[in-house]
C-alpha cells in the first residue's frame, strides 16, 4: 500500500508544482498531458500486472527459472511497443491532445509538456515489467524504496527546473523523463546484482524468449488485460475531454481532484496487489479455501482503509483543494466537488480487489467482459447526468466504479468453480 501512495505523489507532486505559478490554463495542460499519458503509456500497465500474476504463479508451479523468463518475455513485449510508439509519435501525439479538447494557451502548454515527456517511453515499458516482477516475488520493501527515490527525484527536480529555473511547464516534463531513465537504472542494478541476476542470465541462454509458441500464453494474458486497461483510461480521458468542453478553470479543478482520486486508487490498489500475488499463488497451488478466505480477508481490510481515507477527506478536503489551486476561481470549484472525494474510496474498494483477485486467477477474459459492460454503464449515465455539470461527471464516474464491481461479484462463483477442480 504504501508503494502505492508513493507512486501517486508523482502526478500530485506535478500539479502542486505547477499551481504555484498561479495560472489556470498551465494547471490544466498538465492535467491533459497527464491524461494524454494515461492512454499512451498506462494502458499499457498490463505489462506490470501481467507480469505480476504470472510470476506468482510460476513461484508455485515452476521456480526461479519461470520467473526470470515471464521477466524477460515482459521486457521484450515493453521495448518492442516502446519503439511502436516512438515510431508513430509524429501522428499520435497531435491526435491525442485533439481528442482530449486542448485548445488556445492549454493546448500550446500541452503540447511542450507531452512532446518532452513522451522519450521516456522505453523506460516506462521496461519498469512496469521490471517492477511487475518484484512485486510477483513479494519484494514489496525494494519496490518501495525505488518508488519514493523515483518521486523524491521527480519532485526534486520539478521544483528546481520550474520555480528555480524558470523552465514552466517544460521543467515538469524533464523532471519526469530523467526520473524515469534514472528508476530503470535502479532497477536494472537490483535485479542484476541479485540471485534474479543469475536467473535471468540462464534463461537467456537456454533461449526460446521470442519463441512464438512460449509468449502466446503471455500475450493471451496481456491482450485481454491490455483492452480492459483501454477501456478505463478511455473512460478516465472523458473526464478531461468533458471538462475542457466547460474551460480552463473546470478543467483545471477536475483535475486537482481527478490527481486525488489517482491517490485514492493507488492507496487502495495496494490491496489490489496483494490479491495478485496471494490469490496468484493459491490458484497456482490449486487451493480453493486458501484462495476464498484471501478474498474475504483482503476485501475487509480494504474496507477499513476505505473508511480512513473519506473520513480524512471529509476533515481535510477543503484546505487540500485550496493548496492546488492555481487561482480564486479554480478553489470555489474545486471546493464545490469535495464530497465525490468522499464517495470515491468506497465505489472503487470492492473493484480494485477483485481486480487483483481476477489477474491473479488469470481470469482476465472475464475481467476483460465486466469492464467493458461497466463502459456502457458509465456511457449511459454521462449522457444522462449531462445537466449536472461536474457533478453528473463524477457521479457517472462512481457509478462506473460501482457496475464495475457489481459484474466482477456476479461471476465469482462460477469462476471459482471451474478453476478449483479438486
Known sequence: MVTNVATALIGIGDMWIVGQLGDAPTQGAVDVGARLFAVLFT?????????????????TRSGAQAQAMVLLRGLLVGLSIALLLLLVKP?????????????????????????????????????????????????????????????LLNVGLGLWFVLGLDWGIAGIGWSSFIAEFAKLALLAAIL????????????????????????????????????????????????TRLSAERGAVVLAANGILYQLFVFTALLLDGFENAAQVLNGERAGAQDRKGFTFYIRAILWRGMAAAALLAGAFALLADPILASFAATEAVRIEAQSLAPWLIVIPFAGLAGFVLDGIFVGASWTRALLLTMVGAGLVYALALW????????????????????????QLALLPRLIKREFTR
Open 192 to 239: 542484476l546484482g541479485s540471485a534474479t541476476g543469475r536467473s535471468l542470465i540462464e534463461s537467456i541462454r537456454s533461449g526460446g524468449i521470442a519463441s512464438l509458441s512460449a509468449l502466446k500464453p503471455f500475450l493471451a494474458v496481456n491482450r485481454d488485460l491490455f483492452l480492459r486497461t483501454l477501456v478505463l483510461v478511455i473512460a478516465m480521458a472523458g473526464l
Open 43 to 59: 494502458v499499457m500497465n498490463f505489462l506490470k500486472t501481467g507480469t505480476t500474476g504470472l510470476v506468482a504463479q510460476a513461484g
Open 91 to 151: 501522428f499520435v501525439l497531435p491526435l491525442a491532445l485533439d481528442a482530449l479538447g486542448a485548445t488556445g494557451s492549454v493546448r500550446e502548454a500541452a503540447d511542450v509538456y507531452a512532446d518532452i515527456r513522451y522519450w521516456s517511453a522505453p523506460a516506462v515499458m521496461a519498469n512496469f515489467a521490471a517492477i511487475g516482477f518484484l512485486v510477483g516475488q513479494r519484494r514489496m520493501k525494494t519496490v518501495l524504496v525505488v518508488e519514493v527515490l523515483y518521486n
Open 384 to 407: 444522462l447526468s449531462w445537466p449536472l455539470g461536474s457533478h453528473g461527471l463524477w457521479l457517472s464516474f462512481s457509478l462506473f466504479l460501482l457496475a464495475r464491481a457489481a459484474f
